[in-house]
Protein backbone atom coordinates (compact mmCIF):
# COMPACT_ATOMS: atom_id res chain seq x y z
CA UNK A 1 0.00 0.00 0.00
CA UNK A 2 1.48 3.38 -1.16
CA UNK A 3 0.51 6.05 1.19
CA UNK A 4 1.23 9.45 2.63
CA UNK A 5 1.53 11.29 5.88
CA UNK A 6 4.29 12.04 8.09
CA UNK A 7 6.26 9.53 10.57
CA UNK A 8 8.57 10.06 13.53
CA UNK A 9 11.72 7.76 13.58
CA UNK A 10 13.07 7.15 16.99
CA UNK A 11 16.43 5.23 17.31
CA UNK A 12 16.33 3.49 20.45
CA UNK A 13 19.19 2.24 22.40
CA UNK A 14 18.84 -1.30 24.36
CA UNK A 15 16.48 -1.05 27.34
CA UNK A 16 14.29 1.51 25.15
CA UNK A 17 16.43 4.58 26.05
CA UNK A 18 15.54 7.36 23.80
CA UNK A 19 18.41 7.75 21.79
CA UNK A 20 17.64 10.21 18.73
CA UNK A 21 14.70 11.11 16.46
CA UNK A 22 13.53 12.38 12.94
CA UNK A 23 10.65 13.03 10.88
CA UNK A 24 9.91 11.61 7.50
CA UNK A 25 7.12 11.73 5.14
CA UNK A 26 6.25 7.74 4.44
CA UNK A 27 5.95 6.62 0.83
CA UNK A 28 5.15 2.93 1.42
CA UNK A 29 3.81 0.88 3.60
CA UNK A 30 3.56 -2.99 3.79
CA UNK A 31 3.16 -5.23 7.21
CA UNK A 32 6.46 -6.29 6.64
CA UNK A 33 8.10 -2.66 6.32
CA UNK A 34 7.90 1.35 5.61
CA UNK A 35 9.82 3.67 3.57
CA UNK A 36 9.61 7.05 4.05
CA UNK A 37 11.35 10.06 2.83
CA UNK A 38 13.66 12.58 5.20
CA UNK A 39 13.94 15.85 3.56
CA UNK A 40 17.14 18.12 3.46
CA UNK A 41 16.57 20.74 6.13
CA UNK A 42 15.17 18.14 8.84
CA UNK A 43 16.03 18.44 12.34
CA UNK A 44 17.66 15.49 14.08
CA UNK A 45 17.49 15.32 17.74
CA UNK A 46 20.31 13.53 19.45
CA UNK A 47 19.19 13.24 22.74
CA UNK A 48 22.20 11.24 24.05
CA UNK A 49 24.60 14.44 22.59
CA UNK A 50 22.48 17.03 23.82
CA UNK A 51 22.29 18.68 20.72
CA UNK A 52 20.26 18.95 17.49
CA UNK A 53 21.52 18.53 14.22
CA UNK A 54 20.00 19.96 10.70
CA UNK A 55 20.27 17.71 8.17
CA UNK A 56 22.39 18.58 5.06
CA UNK A 57 20.55 15.88 2.49
CA UNK A 58 17.79 13.87 1.33
CA UNK A 59 17.25 10.26 2.46
CA UNK A 60 15.32 7.18 1.35
CA UNK A 61 15.23 5.49 4.62
CA UNK A 62 13.66 1.93 4.87
CA UNK A 63 12.81 0.27 8.07
CA UNK A 64 12.02 -3.38 8.22
CA UNK A 65 9.84 -4.81 11.09
CA UNK A 66 10.66 -8.20 10.33
CA UNK A 67 14.74 -7.90 9.67
CA UNK A 68 17.47 -7.31 12.20
CA UNK A 69 18.42 -3.72 9.96
CA UNK A 70 17.34 -0.29 8.68
CA UNK A 71 18.67 1.79 5.74
CA UNK A 72 18.93 5.29 4.90
CA UNK A 73 20.34 5.97 1.68
CA UNK A 74 21.07 9.57 1.25
CA UNK A 75 20.45 11.65 -1.88
CA UNK A 76 22.25 13.94 -3.59
CA UNK A 77 21.70 15.25 -7.13
CA UNK A 78 19.37 12.70 -7.79
CA UNK A 79 21.89 9.83 -7.23
CA UNK A 80 22.40 7.39 -4.03
CA UNK A 81 25.96 9.08 -2.89
CA UNK A 82 25.68 6.46 0.52
CA UNK A 83 24.18 3.97 2.10
CA UNK A 84 23.79 3.73 5.93
CA UNK A 85 22.65 0.45 7.58
CA UNK A 86 22.37 0.25 11.49
CA UNK A 87 22.41 -3.68 13.00
CA UNK A 88 19.19 -3.29 15.19
CA UNK A 89 16.34 -5.42 16.40
CA UNK A 90 12.96 -5.09 13.93
CA UNK A 91 11.50 -1.84 14.10
CA UNK A 92 7.72 -1.46 15.73
CA UNK A 93 5.73 0.87 14.23
CA UNK A 94 2.67 2.30 16.71
CA UNK A 95 0.78 5.17 15.16
CA UNK A 96 2.64 7.62 13.51
CA UNK A 97 5.48 6.37 15.40
CA UNK A 98 8.51 3.95 13.74
CA UNK A 99 11.09 3.06 16.63
CA UNK A 100 13.83 0.46 16.08
CA UNK A 101 16.74 -0.42 18.93
CA UNK A 102 20.39 0.07 17.41
CA UNK A 103 22.84 -2.29 18.21
CA UNK A 104 25.58 -0.57 17.20
CA UNK A 105 27.00 -2.08 14.31
CA UNK A 106 27.23 -0.60 10.65
CA UNK A 107 27.12 -1.35 7.77
CA UNK A 108 28.22 1.71 5.28
CA UNK A 109 29.06 2.05 1.47
CA UNK A 110 30.42 5.04 0.12
CA UNK A 111 32.32 5.62 -3.57
CA UNK A 112 30.94 2.35 -4.19
CA UNK A 113 32.99 0.16 -0.94
CA UNK A 114 31.19 -1.16 1.87
CA UNK A 115 32.30 -1.25 5.11
CA UNK A 116 31.75 -2.15 8.54
CA UNK A 117 31.97 0.56 11.17
CA UNK A 118 31.40 1.26 15.13
CA UNK A 119 32.26 -1.96 16.33
CA UNK A 120 34.57 -0.20 19.03
CA UNK A 121 30.96 1.46 20.25
CA UNK A 122 29.31 -1.91 20.12
CA UNK A 123 31.83 -3.56 22.26
CA UNK A 124 31.31 -0.36 24.73
CA UNK A 125 27.68 -0.28 24.58
CA UNK A 126 27.85 -4.16 24.86
CA UNK A 127 29.40 -3.46 27.88
CA UNK A 128 27.02 -0.43 29.31
CA UNK A 129 23.59 -2.02 28.57
CA UNK A 130 24.31 -5.02 29.60
CA UNK A 131 23.41 -6.81 25.75
CA UNK A 132 22.99 -11.01 26.88
CA UNK A 133 25.23 -13.40 25.24
CA UNK A 134 22.22 -14.28 22.91
CA UNK A 135 21.82 -10.40 21.80
CA UNK A 136 25.63 -10.16 20.74
CA UNK A 137 25.70 -13.37 18.79
CA UNK A 138 21.96 -12.16 17.07
CA UNK A 139 23.86 -8.84 16.18
CA UNK A 140 27.12 -10.40 14.77
CA UNK A 141 25.02 -12.98 12.63
CA UNK A 142 23.07 -10.28 11.30
CA UNK A 143 25.65 -8.45 10.00
CA UNK A 144 26.96 -11.11 8.53
CA UNK A 145 23.45 -11.88 6.88
CA UNK A 146 23.04 -8.24 5.89
CA UNK A 147 26.58 -8.24 3.92
CA UNK A 148 25.36 -11.90 2.24
CA UNK A 149 22.09 -9.61 1.00
CA UNK A 150 23.84 -6.54 0.00
CA UNK A 151 26.46 -9.09 -2.14
CA UNK A 152 23.09 -10.93 -3.65
CA UNK A 153 21.54 -7.70 -4.17
CA UNK A 154 18.37 -9.03 -2.70
CA UNK A 155 15.60 -6.23 -1.39
CA UNK A 156 15.62 -3.93 -0.54
CA UNK A 157 19.33 -3.87 -2.77
CA UNK A 158 17.54 -5.22 -5.47
CA UNK A 159 17.27 -1.61 -6.95
CA UNK A 160 13.91 -1.31 -5.25
CA UNK A 161 15.91 1.68 -3.22
CA UNK A 162 17.36 3.42 -6.67
CA UNK A 163 13.40 3.55 -8.15
CA UNK A 164 12.25 5.28 -5.08
CA UNK A 165 15.36 7.80 -5.40
CA UNK A 166 14.07 8.50 -9.23
CA UNK A 167 10.38 8.57 -8.12
CA UNK A 168 11.12 11.68 -5.17
CA UNK A 169 14.38 12.97 -7.21
CA UNK A 170 12.69 15.73 -8.56
CA UNK A 171 11.81 17.03 -4.77
CA UNK A 172 15.66 16.45 -3.83
CA UNK A 173 17.39 19.76 -4.87
Known sequence: MESSGNLTIQS??????????????????????????????????????????????????????????????????????????????????????????DLDLDL???GGEWKVVDEDEFATNAVRYGYPDELIARARQELELLQKRVAERKFPFDGTIDRWVERVSRNCS
Open 108 to 110: ICR
Open 12 to 101: LKYGNHLHYEWNTKLLEQTGEYVFVLGEKGRKLHHYTKGKIFTMDHWTIEFFSFTSWFTVSADIAEGTIRQFYCNINQPARIQGNHVSFV
